[in-house]
């Protein structure tokens, strides 16, 4: 593994504000230090495109499916169901070779989204269902959490997932430390030093790893370094498509 590679654990790469130019994007990441690109989607919508994308990129575009807590639609914001969920089971199967995770899936109990307890049983519904998936294909799970951190890691726990990846996690360190112990990663997004970015590319990511080695007090190649090896430790076809 060469020094000064980055691998982005989380990025959109299919989402509406990367239609218009998603070549440059990904030339100017790659460029940047960015090996690997680990796409998640939110949407039935967004499967296709994202394995379109990892066709035309295939050393460094991975592939996930997943369907988000949180559904976008005409009326606004929404809580999943798992009618939303059950037209896109098909499609795990016919690509599960060329997916590296699940993701992006979670638990979201923001309250001006979810104001109800039938609501958030339907969001465990439709998450265990997606853990279920990753189990019987033996991928990490790449996950959401806002407003739900405690729930979702003793989600996780229940439901025996060893391999997941926390996105943006905003709840207490004491239940960070929870998801520590049981093997759990969490991934720190620029928005992590309050900076006034506009959309998230993943050239950023080195804003993230700036931010870690200042807290840490360590070298910028030493974060680099731990956490290219992490992501690969977690993401195994990530490391061998890179090998390959």
């Not at 990129?57 to 639609?73: D, K, L, N, R």
């Amino acid at each position: 593994m060469e020094k000064g590679w980055f691998i982005d654990c989380h990025c959109h790469l299919t989402a509406e504000e990367f239609r218009q130019d998603i070549n440059d994007v990904i030339e100017k990441s790659r460029k940047a230090g960015v090996q690997a690109f680990v796409s998640v989607t939110e949407q039935q919508s967004e499967f296709e495109e994202v394995i379109d994308l990892a066709e035309r990129y295939p050393e460094s575009v991975m592939a996930c499916f997943g369907i988000h807590p949180i559904q976008g639609s005409a009326d606004g914001h929404r809580s999943v169901t798992v009618q939303d969920l059950e037209p896109a089971l098909p499609f795990f199967e016919k690509h599960k070779d060329k997916l590296v995770a699940i993701g992006e899936i979670g638990l979201d109990f923001t309250p001006w989204f979810v104001s109800t307890s039938q609501q958030r049983e339907e969001q465990q519904k439709v998450f265990a269902l997606q853990l279920d998936i990753a189990k019987q294909l033996d991928l990490p799970v790449n996950i959401h959490s806002r407003s739900a951190g405690r729930q979702t890691i003793a989600f996780l726990k229940e439901q025996g997932i060893r391999n997941a990846l926390l996105h943006n996690f905003a709840g207490r360190p004491s239940v960070a430390l929870e998801g520590v112990q049981a093997g759990f990663c969490f991934s720190f997004p620029p928005a992590v030093t309050r900076n006034d970015q506009e959309r998230n590319e993943p050239e950023q990511i080195k804003i993230s790893c700036q931010y870690i080695a200042a807290v840490k007090g360590l070298s910028v190649e030493t974060v680099c370094e731990i956490t290219t090896h992490n992501a690969l430790k977690l993401f195994p076809k990530v490391r061998q498509r890179l090998k390959e």
